[in-house]
Nanobody, 115 residues
Framework: QVQLVESGGGLVQPGGRLRLSCVAS????????MDWYRQAPGQERELVAG???????NYADSVKGRFTISRDNAKNTVYLQMDSLKPEDTAVYYC?????????WGQGTQVTVSS
């Protein structure tokens, strides 16, 4: 069983930056594809960025060029560096680990972009 714990959220002004972290417990972290999702109030959860076990990455069009996903398998951690933040980035951000049919979620961390 994989447990995920996100951290790094908070309140930031437009144009600011934050780095989210997601630490995974359990074994075989290096085999999991890791994704960051977000969910704003009244909206569906959407995929923000993903990184495969081979470190291939993909991004939602809305965050390309501003967000960077990375992973450190030695630390069982995936990161989401968020730069040039906009008010529309405000949401709860969730970490997801998936391998085959297995899918695990963290509890989420709030990101608020406001002046």
């Amino acid at each position: 069983q994989v447990q995920l714990v996100e951290s790094g959220g908070g309140l930031v002004q437009p144009g600011g930056r934050l780095r989210l972290s997601c630490v995974a417990s359990g074994r075989l972290f290096n085999l999991y594809a890791m994704d960051w999702y977000r969910q704003a109030p009244g909206q569906e959860r959407e995929l923000v960025a993903g990184i495969t076990s081979g470190a291939g990455t993909n991004y939602a069009d809305s965050v390309k060029g501003r967000f960077t996903i990375s992973r450190d398998n030695a630390k069982n951690t995936v990161y989401l560096q968020m730069d040039s933040l906009k008010p529309e980035d405000t949401a709860v951000y969730y970490c997801n680990a998936n391998l085959g049919l297995a899918s695990h979620w963290g509890q989420g961390t709030q990101v608020t972009v406001s002046s």
